[in-house]
């Protein structure tokens, strides 16, 4: 966790945007904002590691659903 990139009490907030194909993977992701190569890395590393998600169910079928999820860093007060 990039901690030593903050001060004390601070936060960054992140927006992650990707998709959940119709096979449940994740793909496309994406920040919404530029964002401190230590905070995206982190992010990636946390999202490389989920399991496969239950793909979005139209008509019967499984599709792909596009997701915007914020995330947040804090380091904790001194």
Do not use: C
Not at 5 to 25: D, H, T
Not at 47 to 58: S, V
């Amino acid at each position: 966790v990039p901690h030593d990139k903050l001060q004390p009490g601070e936060k960054v907030r992140i927006v992650v945007k990707f998709v959940v194909n119709a096979s449940g993977e994740i793909t496309g992701i994406r920040f919404a904002e530029n964002v401190e190569k230590p905070f995206e890395e982190e992010v990636l590393r946390v999202m490389k590691k989920m399991p496969k998600w239950k793909p979005g169910i139209q008509n019967g079928r499984a599709v792909a659903v596009y997701f915007n999820i914020p995330g947040v860093f804090e380091a904790p007060d001194e």
